[in-house]
């Protein structure tokens, strides 16, 4: 592989002199630290201009006055009332008498002024009283001229002024008025000063938001926009705070839109406290109480509106305090988060600036809800509030800009992965033509690198797509997959995951190239719905197929026909010739049975040797041709392997598929046609929509359907058909147990074929079960009603034999019931028993180990079983029906009757003839030493409820000439 050589970076500059070295030194560090020393030894070691004063408070006099008063008249009823310093004023007109110092000495009353600190809609009226004692001509009141100031209301005194100064207000708003009495110069010298505070504070927080203002609409950072409006707002509360918010930028603000001013700036100041500080420290915070923090500083900011428009005035001060009190909460909760969850020393040190403050901020926003503004010094105040703002700006832009910082390192992180990852990163516009291709997305779409990509639209590659719902896929973590337009009909199909989220307009996305991955996945469901020997569809491939067959013949009445195929002769193939010739066969039958098929019809292989086939579109009778077609083209030719020609014969089942059936159902169905087309050597069994086996078919479903989910049936019952001793006829009632069923329209059943459908589709052992459990319920309820009944039989299932889970739970409901258990002989068919000696060995000792018998059935029944008699620790034979009901024909077949007798009883093992129907037959197997016999000539299977209701054998025989048998082999017995 060859190996690409970067090239390299250009080369490091020479490291700077020492000279160099100290200059930037001096000139980065040294200069700022130089000003800032500088002005702390200004502020020291400088004589300041101003002096702090503060003027001397006069006792006086208040009048609230609803109605009209001329001077003399107030002057009256002020005299009247107490004196003290200040006085909590409603809004309205209000007059004031203030007592004035002694103005003997008239050198020192010389330059005195008054003020009242508070700004009124209109300048107020003043006079100044002689006392009551002072006599001489002229009038008692003498105006004083009253201008506006930056601290209030401001009145020079005539020298040698005494007695006191009568003052008439308006208030627009309730304040705390007082009146002050000041040196003239020194008055002067305080407005001075606290103009220049005044311009302080504007010029330096007007520069730091306008200097924040340039900054957010130069680099488009929100934040910072937001900082500068709170700054803002801390400008007028903090004039607010030092008592001169009725001016901004040299013009004065009346005093009515002064109240609804300083309500708006309590407001916004509230929200963007909690949104700026929530911004900030977001970092720092958890999702959970970042969206507490803003849920409650939303609905507290509505509930502070309603108050500042609903509460009167009075109310406002009190608001205020709240609303301090609140922000100080929400914003401590953040930034406790901060101090605790901050990674970096500088970023603790912000955090404790910010903290001390918020603190001086909140701390003068509490003192004007408390009413106590006075307490605030001017020029300390404006020069506290400056740094706390600045402090507080620096701390918000350092973060801002490491949250930059933090953005451009994800930026460049951005383009090295899109240029290194190994997805096809792309960007699209409005009109969805792509904007940005990274290397890989170029080279999956094969577009060469010098390609216009403003002319190539999304369409020219990809269907069009909705990118709303691609993108809220993408956010709940789902891929869309999506397939390129082919550009040539044999062109490989290309499939990518696609991946997107809008951006205003514009579309961002990845693509990831899974063709090969798809591929992959269609070959695996292929193989898991197909069979890699035969190429059909397997089990589960035919049964989905079925499935959809099945919905549209509910949804659109379209029939379908289903056949059943079975080879014979395949396991011996196997067994002979290997498996390799059998599934040479296997494929060889395939090959045919395609060739008389369409595309349409599917062909599908659920066991070694049996195949399934649809004819969807057709009925069973319009299916039957092709069917026969198939059958004749195995049956009719052998197959060669080899220099081997193998001859199949095969056997079909076809059947009209209902729309109630189940795939499972209508294979069960298919099924028992092709084992009845086996039983009845023909080639093709069909079984119609109405047909009568297809009903029984049903009801066999309906009837395990039962006995899986319940353990039980109303459709199957027990009969009792009596097993009489030759040796004592009258003195036993033995009967063997037999199932029957019915269906819900109380039509018999078959008996022999629902076991036979049971066996097929392993419900067996479930009728075993409740064959048993019944049966020892039975004899436990009725228990005093069977003192005759030494022997109850009852038969036990080959399949339920060899399934070891089944023969567990017989064995527990068999402990559930010992007394009973005790009187119970199993019977198992000779057949199944020779399968497996030692495994019916075992099972028969252990019956026995709890006192029950066991009998081996159909006994001589096609098998040469006498060697293999001894093998086995049975208690009783049933000889074969077949052999006792042809017995009298010959005297061979008298002879072997005769033979397994003796055998049985050398074995020491008792016998059993069934099928006894003719007291001729009766007659002779008393002769031959039979044990016990059963048949119609006694009597058929009854109701249990016809055994109770008798005490021996007599009244259950219904024909004479055995009834008087009976009699005659009893009285021979008792004699």
Request: some cysteine; overall charge negative.
């Amino acid at each position: 592989m060859a190996i690409k050589t970067l090239p390299s970076s250009p080369s490091t500059p020479p490291a700077r002199s020492a000279a160099g070295r100290v200059w930037s030194f001096l000139l980065y560090a040294g200069t700022p630290v130089l000003i800032i020393l500088g002005l702390i030894a200004a502020l020291l070691l400088l004589q300041p201009r101003y002096t702090d004063s503060a003027g001397q408070p006069l006792t006086a006099r208040f009048l609230h006055a609803d109605t009209a008063l001329d001077p003399a008249q107030a002057l009256a009823r002020l005299r009247t009332r107490p004196t003290r310093l200040a006085e909590a004023a409603p809004d309205g007109p209000i007059w004031l008498l203030a007592d004035l110092p002694d103005g003997r000495d008239a050198d020192a009353s010389a330059g005195l002024a008054l003020l009242l600190p508070v700004h009124t809609a209109a300048p107020p009226e003043c006079w100044l009283a002689r006392d009551e004692a002072d006599d001489g001509a002229g009038s008692p009141l003498a105006e004083i001229e009253v201008r506006d100031g930056l601290l209030g209301q401001q009145m020079r005194l005539p020298a040698a002024a005494a007695g006191q100064a009568l003052c008439r207000l308006v208030l627009s708003f309730p304040t705390r008025l007082s009146i002050e009495q000041w040196q003239g110069h020194t008055l002067s010298e305080t407005t001075a000063h606290t103009a220049q505070a005044a311009g302080l504070l504007e010029g330096g927080l007007l520069t730091l938001a306008a200097f924040l203002v340039i900054i957010a609409l130069t680099m488009r950072e929100q934040p910072y926009m937001v900082l500068a409006c709170w700054i803002l707002c801390n400008l007028r509360l903090g004039a607010w705070a030092l008592g001169w918010d009725h001016q901004f930028l040299g013009q004065i603000i009346p005093p009515d839109p002064l109240v609804w001013v300083r309500k708006l700036t309590v407001l916004l100041y509230y929200a963007l406290t909690i949104h700026l500080f929530v911004t900030l420290f977001r970092p720092s915070l958890d999702a959970a109480t970042v969206r507490r923090l803003r849920l409650v500083g939303r609905w507290s900011a509505i509930c502070l509106l309603l108050a500042l428009l609903a509460l009167p005035h009075d109310w406002f001060q009190l608001t205020t305090f709240l609303t301090a009190w609140l922000a100080s909460a929400l914003v401590t909760v953040t930034l406790v988060h901060g101090l605790f969850r901050f990674n970096t020393r500088s970023q603790l040190w912000h955090t404790i600036g910010v903290c001390l403050a918020l603190a001086v901020l909140l701390t003068g926003l509490v003192l004007i809800g408390l009413g106590r503004a006075s307490l605030i010094a001017p020029f300390p105040g404006t020069v506290a509030l400056l740094l706390c703002n600045l402090l507080i700006a620096l701390a918000a832009a350092d973060k801002m800009r490491e949250e930059r910082q933090l953005r451009l390192r994800q930026r460049n992180d951005l383009i090295a992965r899109d240029t290194l990852t190994p997805l096809g990163l792309f960007t699209l516009g409005a009109t969805r033509h792509f904007e940005h291709l990274n290397p890989n997305a170029r080279e999956i779409l094969d577009i060469a690198p010098d390609s216009d990509l403003h002319a190539l639209a999304w369409s020219d590659f990809f269907p069009k797509v909705d990118w709303l719902a691609i993108s809220v896929a993408t956010e709940q973590g789902r891929d869309t997959e999506i397939q390129r337009i082919q550009a040539a009909r044999d062109a490989p199909a290309r499939n990518f995951l696609l991946r997107a989220t809008l951006v205003g307009s514009r579309v961002e996305g990845s693509l990831q190239d899974i063709s090969a991955r798809t591929e992959t996945i269609r070959k695996l469901r292929l193989m898991a719905d197909n069979d890699p020997l035969t190429d059909t569809l397997n089990r589960r491939g035919i049964e989905k197929t079925m499935q959809k067959a099945i919905e549209n013949l509910q949804q659109t009445n379209t029939p379908c026909a289903l056949a059943f195929l079975d080879l014979d002769h395949l396991k011996r193939v196997n067994d002979l010739f290997g498996h390799s010739t059998g599934d040479t066969l296997l494929q060889m039958v395939c090959e045919r049975l395609k060739y008389s098929l369409s595309d349409e019809q599917p062909l599908g292989r659920i066991g070694n040797d049996e195949f399934i086939i649809l004819f969807p579109g057709m009925r069973a009778g319009e299916a039957r041709r092709a069917a026969q077609d198939m059958i004749e083209s195995l049956n009719g030719s052998a197959l060669y392997v080899g220099e081997r020609a193998f001859q199949l014969k095969s056997a079909m089942g076809l059947i009209d598929i209902d729309r109630n059936m189940t795939p499972k159902d209508a294979i069960a169905a298919a099924s028992r046609a092709c084992r009845d087309a086996r039983k009845q050597h023909q080639d093709v069994v069909l079984y119609e929509e109405n047909a009568r086996e297809l009903f029984d078919h049903i009801d066999e479903m309906h009837l395990f359907e039962q006995l899986e989910s319940t353990g039980t049936s109303e459709d199957i019952f027990l009969e009792m058909q009596p097993i009489m001793s030759l040796r004592h006829p009258l003195k036993t009632l033995n009967f063997e147990a037999l199932l029957r069923v019915r269906n819900t329209g109380a039509r018999p059943l078959q008996t022999d074929k629902i076991i036979q459908a049971a066996e097929d589709s392993g419900m067996i052992t479930a009728i075993d079960k409740w064959v048993f459990t019944t049966l020892l319920e039975w004899m436990s309820r009725h228990h005093l009603k069977l003192g005759q009944t030494r022997q109850v039989n009852v038969n036990l299932s080959g399949v339920s034999l060899n399934d070891d889970r089944f023969i567990n739970v017989l064995f527990g409901i068999l402990n559930q019931q010992p007394q009973f258990t005790r009187r119970l002989c199993v019977e198992i068919t000779e057949g199944v028993a020779l399968q497996d000696l030692e495994r019916t060995r075992q099972f028969m000792r252990r019956l026995q180990r709890m006192g029950a018998r066991v009998a081996l059935d159909d006994f001589g029944a096609g098998y040469t079983s006498f060697s293999y008699l001894k093998e086995l620790p049975a208690d009783m034979i049933k000889i074969d029906g077949t052999l006792i009901r042809d017995m009298l024909a010959s005297e061979a077949n008298i002879a072997i009757v005769n033979s397994i007798v003796d055998l049985a009883h050398n074995l020491g093992m008792e016998c059993i003839a069934e099928w006894v129907e003719d007291v001729a037959t009766l007659r002779a197997l008393t002769d031959m030493g039979v044990d016990y016999v059963q048949g119609y000539v006694i009597s058929g299977s009854r109701p249990p409820l016809d055994l109770l209701a008798c005490d021996n054998i007599l009244p259950l025989v219904g024909d004479p000439a055995a009834r008087a048998y009976i009699e005659e082999i009893s009285g021979r017995r008792l004699t």
